[in-house]
């Protein structure tokens, strides 16, 4: 070969160390792309040699057999190398080594077309070395056919242009292609660590939610807008694991304990089913058995992408409470009972004793004091009693409605109420009731109006007035209490209605209650279907308005109605 066109080394140089200290799948990839060309150029170098010895067309033996040989040795060499670690110099002297032998190959034979050889190389340098390889493979193969188109100057138009700008096109065809793959191969490696990362956060936080709902006590489970469970935790598995240790007892009922439940009854076949709800208390296992008492929340989750909302449903262990609050109930309902057949005796002695008229001034004093307080007694007996029963097993009151003037029964109740009034030094003003039918039950509703009043006549201020009121709003009769007493801090105002609860300004003073007078008469208001509202300011008194439906089998009424 007289003289072979090389690329210079330090233009390329960078392009080397860049490649060969890239990542372990980049390196990978310039193995694989090298080791294919060379073994292509090879497989065509062996074609090219078998037909050039049919064809006798080969001038040159020694120089044929010494290209073909180098192009041969270059592939062995890339074939041993290590996959990922190619060395660096390897890059750039193979498709170098491989353009000069196909040199040597096309001087040995000119006529036998082995130039189209140098396709192969000038593929391999575009794609690698980019736009300097392009222009260096270019100018290498022009020179070289340059050069030996001399003597033979009848190729010159055909081999020294034609051949060289198909190579550049090739070439450059290979570098576009090059650029585009590693590109998209740089782009799918950033996607894949971003999915990677993304997946490992999204395992993290999952671990971290699982071991947070294990460590809670109370069972959450996830439902579906299908129904399905998707997830659960383990104090749901507990749950019902234990309620499931109680046997053939397992069936589910209602809170008070006794009505059985159906299999679509349960609330955790409710949820199932698309409903909401708030604290239901159902018990597993029969009356007298060892049962247990859980209490089930139920609440929508918003819908996402188009999927319906499902729920989430949050169940707690309430036996013990549940069990301990009925042990109080029955405790407070015994000694209430015991105690009011005593006071109802104490009370009519004390009647019989105040009938006579020889009584000394002073035994009779002492005599109406006795007479009070068992009385109030027994107002407090009677109010535990029917707060004991109203609560018990959840029933409420029983009512027992019929048509009723409810003007009829304030009045009654004002005229009650009237001498402790009087000697509160408190004025009644009851000119705003007016005739009001209802189907109410008289006598629990006569209990709420006497609570009012005695309220409104024990918390004034002497001097004050307490005006009552009944009226119509559309289907619901309303009755009010109103005072201009001290009113209720808004601390208090909240709790008003607890049972036992009574303001620490009352309990300083010498106003006696039991702090259930509220509770009962609001439980009384809701069991006839309405409600108790207030309206109160420190300083300006307080407003208690009963909300009744006027009809029979009338929508219950509430806050929002």
Known sequence: MRRVGTMRAGAVRARV???SGSSPSERLGLHR???????????????????????????????????????FVCAAIVVLSPRDDLPPWLVLLAPVVDVAAIGLMRESAPVAGVGLLWAFPAIWIGSAFGVRGVVGVTAAVSAIITYQAFD??????????????????????????????????????????ELRRSLERSR?????????????DFGV???????????????????QAGAGSLGSATRAYAADGITPLGTDETP???????????????????PGDDRRALSVTARHLPARDGVGPGSVVVSRDVTTEELALRAREDLVASVSHELRTPLTSIIGYLELALDDDDLADTTREQLEIAERNASRLRELVADILAMSAASRHGIGFALEKAETDVADIVESAVTSVAPRAVAHGIRIDASGVRSCPAFVDAHRLR????????????????????????????DTVLVTVADDGPGISPSEQGRIFERFFRADAVRNSSVHGSGLGLAISRDIARAHGGDIAM???????????????????????????
């Open 204 to 216: 993290r936080q999952e671990d971290l939610v699982t071991e947070v709902l294990d460590a809670v």
């Open 447 to 474: 209990q709420v109006v006497d609570n009012l009043l005695s309220n409104a006549v024990k918390y004034n201020t002497r001097g004050g007035v307490v005006v009552v009121s009944v009226g119509r709003e559309a």
């Open 33 to 71: 792309s090298l080791l294919t060309s060379q073994l292509l150029q090879a497989a065509a170098t062996v074609l090219a040699v078998a037909v050039t010895l049919v064809l006798g067309q080969i001038q040159d033996v020694s120089l044929f057999v010494a290209g073909a040989g180098m192009i």
């Open 152 to 193: 033979e100057m009848q190729r010159v138009a055909a081999s020294t242009f034609v051949l060289p700008f198909t190579l550049a096109a090739l070439a450059t065809m290979s570098h576009f292609a090059a650029t585009r793959t590693r590109a998209q191969r740089s782009l799918l490696e950033k996607q894949s660590a």
């Open 268 to 286: 955790f076949a409710r949820a199932r089913a698309g409903e909401s709800f708030e604290g239901e208390l159902v018990w597993f296992g029969t």
């Open 221 to 239: 489970i996830r439902i579906t807008a299908d129904g399905e469970y998707s997830v659960s935790n383990e104090a749901h598995a507990r749950l």
């Open 535 to 561: 309206m109160t300011e420190p300083g300006a008194g307080s407003v208690f308005t009963v909300r009744l439906p006027q009809k029979e089998g009338a929508a219950p009424w509430s806050s929002t109605s």
């Open 17 to 19: 160390e860049a490649m």
